[in-house]
Every structure is written in C-alpha cells, then in structure tokens.
C-alpha cells in the first residue's frame, strides 16, 4: 500500500482523525509545527492512526491542510466525532482501573477505596490518550447529572480524566496530590490545574490554577 497516496486522500484520514490532549508551555517548541488549538494550558492536537493501514501514526501539521484542502474547522469536527463516538468513550469508577497496590496512600493514610464511589474516570475503551475527555461536554454533562453535582476535573495523565462532585469534597488541594502519588511518567504529564464542570452553564474553566 502507498503510504503517501492513503495518508494524502481526505476520505481516508477523515475516519481516522482522533483528539489528543498535551501541555502546551511543555512542548511548545514541537506544537507549533501542528496543527492545535489552545484551551486554557494545554493544546488540542489531531492524531491519525494509521494502524490500519500497518504504519505509523502521525499528527496533523499545516501542510496537510492544504493536501487535503480542508480548514481546521473540518479536520477537527471530523476528530470530534471519531473521539467521541459512542463506542469509544469510557466512564468508570477509579478502583476499576488502578491496580490494587496503589490503592492506599501510606503517606496521607488515604484509602481510594474508600471512596470509589466519589472519584470516577473517564477515558477511551482503549485507556490510551483518553484525557481528550475533557472537551466532552456531553458526557460531562451526563455525569454530573446522574452525581447531581458540577465536578472537579483532574487531568491525571493524558490518557485519562479524574472526576469528583464538588459538593463532595472541597479539598482540591488533596485531590492534586492523589494523582501526583500516582507517580505520572514524563511523557504523561497533561498538567497540575483543576478543572471544574459546571453542569448549569456546560462549559469546563479552571478551578484552581497550578
């Protein structure tokens, strides 16, 4: 299969644009050769998987736009709605993910298992660049309708979103802590703010910069 006639034909890539999510002052340098959009400290980057085809992904720069004569607008409505269809998104409690040795923090003395009912994450099926759950204002909304609260948001890594009502906990502070416990590799790290989703108003702000 020619690899550059696939990746050149718009109908092609079209299904196979994805959102990622990366800290933008982190990697600016490499960003700028992209394709993004900024929201709030991070970027919003568009991601091909070529897996299908038996090479390499690649993400989108701006030469591409012009080989496939679209705007950024197309590309990234395209990446929203492979990202966030409704067999790729998932939305669990945080016991159901983590392994049980980091359940319990010696250091705090805090139990997650005590509180799987509180921290959920929402992710991909695959658990691989899930955190693009962030800019899902539809399962967002979902969630804190079935928790009847607005809710913080944890960028724990950029495979997945922590979330927590916020008439639950208050101490923020803590939550920040939990995720940095979880020892977050380099090349994972998303950032240190949290987010808030207020359900009345859907739109996600940052509650509380780093």
């Known amino acids: 299969m020619n690899e550059v006639r696939v990746i050149n ?10 959102l990622r999510l990366t800290n933008y002052d982190r990697n600016r340098s490499d960003i700028e050769k992209k394709v993004y959009v900024k929201f709030f400290d991070l970027a919003i980057l568009l991601y091909c998987d070529c897996r299908e085809w038996g090479f390499e992904g690649f993400y989108v720069n701006k030469k591409q736009l012009l080989v496939w004569n679209q705007n950024i607008k197309n590309i990234f409505a395209a990446a929203l709605e492979n990202t966030f269809c409704r067999n790729n998104t998932f939305v669990t409690h945080i016991t159901n993910l983590l392994p049980s040795g ?6 705090d003395e805090t139990d997650i298992a005590d509180m799987d009912n509180l921290i959920m994450v929402l992710t991909n099926k695959a658990v691989h660049f899930g955190a693009a759950m ?5 399962e967002l909304k979902k969630l804190a309708d079935q928790l009847d609260s607005d809710l913080y948001l944890l960028p724990s890594s950029v495979h997945e979103i ?3 009502c916020t008439d639950q906990h208050e101490d923020v502070s ?7 416990y979880y020892e977050v590799k380099p090349e994972d790290y ?3 703010n949290v987010y808030y989703f207020d359900r009345e108003k859907c739109e996600v702000t940052i509650a509380v910069p780093a």
């Not at 034909?9 to 994805?18: H, I, Q």
């Not at 980091?102 to 250091?107: D, F, Q, V, Y």
């Not at 962030?134 to 539809?138: E, F, G, S, V």
């Open 102 to 107: 980091l359940i319990h923090s010696e250091e």
């Open 190 to 192: 998303l950032s240190d």
């Open 174 to 180: 803590f939550l920040t802590n939990a995720v940095n």
């Open 162 to 164: 922590l979330a927590i």
């Open 134 to 138: 962030l800019l899902n204002l539809h």
């Open 9 to 18: 034909t718009w109908a092609n890539v079209k299904g196979k644009l994805f």
